[in-house]
């Protein structure tokens, strides 16, 4: 992946849709045509808490209705490494940095076949910063903390330009409202309480048919969309899928064209079956370095508000011994921020690190240490403490209950009794918001363009509590992320990293590559540069 570079913001954005793309070459197949028509048959693997796109924040939803939406700017489905116009066709950024002077599609409309304009991007970034009160928190949804630091206003000077003031330059700005979960939605149906619910209304190129809870979401392709040419298919249907062997079955029987979308990924040793049996008819394809396997901490609760407690842990862990256990080895070493070639370290950079480094003598006994100084000595019998935890306990998320057993064995090294809670979603995601843990068990997206896109789950405050404003980490935040000078990305990079491996609100072990299993038919399918980017499948098409 190129590294991230400001100078490709500052020029105005080229239109990349002017003309329909040429198909990608598959492996063992001749180059043809675009060709139009056939259903895509996808498969997901959970029911979503809503349909509501004002609020799509997490792949539960975002898969199934991405394809009815659009961003205001968007990753280049066909090469992750830029920006590319989506409702914006085209973009001027004042020399100061701090203003975006967007001009819309002027053919761009609601599926209602009202238009798009630029008053719905206003309300777009107030939905994101400033939702009625009373709203956020209690409906479990809560303002963008990155564009909360940020953003400032957005003016509309006519129906299709839109201005929009940052606080402060930002080179980060762009690619986290172009990386796919920043759906636009219509003022019209949002309203006053800025919440869609479960109306699928957009502007993309498909339209929603039907949704039927633990089966299946239907899109029809969009006859007015205003991308000419686009979309190539006629419809998508969405199978709910829940366990990954059924996803296999479907997919060696034929019933589905690829085993899933976004980071509803196959297991490796299925993607090993497909590479082996299916060879002659489907293939697997890897979403590089997607996802991390970690651990994030409470800082609101003994112990982990203690950051000698946070880092003996950090210490104990064999990661080595855990890309192996719970990713097979597809993937790498690497720290809080996302592997960017020549920022960011990862791999071999890190293998003589503290936390990193092997064999783990040395850092269990410095472990051991910050915990006796802290004053959870051992008892007689070995143990110093018992923690809760909690994880995804899901059908479809086995990878985090694996991980709890990982995470329970390594903590044991030290002393450390943890009690680990795998729950549903629909009680996981409260307790989150709550105190009532000390550790949780995550795999956290965050490869993308830029080293510090997944920020926000590290800017600011959190605001439910598990940890507090540092001044420190959002000043070397904001130093990157202000930083015009190219040349000294790289410093400022390994100042926020160095910032967060101290703090640790997140211990990383590693990152992971996810497979998926897709059948040669299924032409220009790229995996996405993170797990809300490339749901929308305009570009793909079936040759079959």
């Known amino acids: 992946m190129r590294p991230w570079s400001w100078a490709p913001l500052v020029a105005t954005a080229l239109f990349w849709f002017a003309c329909a793309p040429q198909a990608s070459p598959q492996e063992g197949q001749v180059p043809t045509q675009p060709k139009y028509g056939g259903t895509l048959n996808l498969a997901h693997n959970t029911d979503p808490p809503d349909l509501d796109a004002l609020w799509a924040g997490g792949v539960a939803n975002l898969v199934l209705i991405a394809p009815a939406y659009n961003s205001l700017v968007q990753v280049d489905p066909l090469d992750n490494a830029r920006l590319v116009p989506d409702l914006a066709e085209r973009w001027e950024l004042s020399p100061d940095g701090k203003t975006y002077t967007f001009h819309l599609n002027k053919a761009a409309k609601w599926h209602d076949g009202k238009p798009v304009t630029a008053a719905d991007i206003r309300y777009h970034f107030d939905v994101k910063v400033r939702p009625p009160k009373g709203l956020c928190c209690a409906e479990a949804k809560t303002p963008n903390k990155f564009l909360s630091e940020t953003y400032e206003k957005a003016e509309v000077l006519d129906d299709t330009t839109v201005k929009v003031t940052l606080l402060r330059p930002s080179k980060t700005f762009l690619f986290d409202i172009g990386k796919g979960f920043y759906l636009v939605g219509p003022a019209h149906v949002g309203g006053e309480k800025m919440l869609m619910g479960n109306t699928v209304l957009g502007s993309g190129p498909f339209k929603f048919v039907s949704y039927t809870r633990g089966t299946n979401f239907k899109l029809t392709k969009n006859p007015d969309y205003f991308r000419p040419g686009f979309p190539y298919l006629d419809n998508i249907e969405i199978f709910i899928l829940p366990d990954a062997s059924t996803r296999l079955a479907a997919f060696r029987a034929g019933k589905i064209d690829v085993t899933g979308a976004s980071f509803v990924a196959i297991t490796y040793s299925q993607a090993k079956t497909i590479e082996q049996e299916m060879k002659d008819r489907a293939k697997v394809v890897y979403e590089d370095a997607l996802e991390n396997g970690s651990v994030r901490f409470n800082f609101a609760r003994p112990p982990f508000n203690d950051q000698r407690v946070r880092k003996a842990v950090h210490l104990a862990v064999d990661r080595p011994r855990a890309l192996k256990t719970l990713a097979e080895n597809h993937g790498e070493l690497g720290t809080n921020l996302p592997r960017v070639a020549g920022l960011t370290r990862f791999g071999k950079e890190l293998e003589t690190l503290p936390g990193y480094r092997m064999p783990k003598d040395q850092d269990l006994a410095e472990a051991r240490r910050l915990l006796d100084e802290a004053g959870y000595r051992a008892g007689a019998d070995g143990k110093r403490m018992t923690i809760r935890a909690i994880t995804r306990g899901d059908v479809g998320f086995e990878r985090y209950v694996d991980a709890t057993v990982f995470f329970k064995d390594e903590l044991a090294k030290i002393g450390i009794d943890a009690t680990v809670e795998p729950l549903g979603t629909d009680v996981y995601t409260p307790r989150t918001r709550t105190n009532e843990w000390e550790a949780e068990i995550r795999f ?40 015009l000078d190219p040349s000294k990305d790289k410093e400022l990079v390994r100042k926020l990293e160095d910032v967060l491996e101290t703090e640790l609100i997140y211990s990383v072990w590693f990152w992971a590559d996810y497979p998926t299993g897709i059948m040669n038919y299924v032409q220009n399918f790229k995996p996405a540069v993170g797990s809300y980017a490339a749901n929308r499948w305009e570009h793909v098409w079936l040759s079959k």
């Open 444 to 483: 956290r997206v965050g490869r993308w363009v830029s080293p510090v896109s997944n920020q926000d789950y590290w800017v600011g405050v959190d605001p439910y509590g598990a940890y507090t404003r540092n001044p420190e980490r959002d000043k070397a935040f904001n130093d990157y992320d202000s930083n």
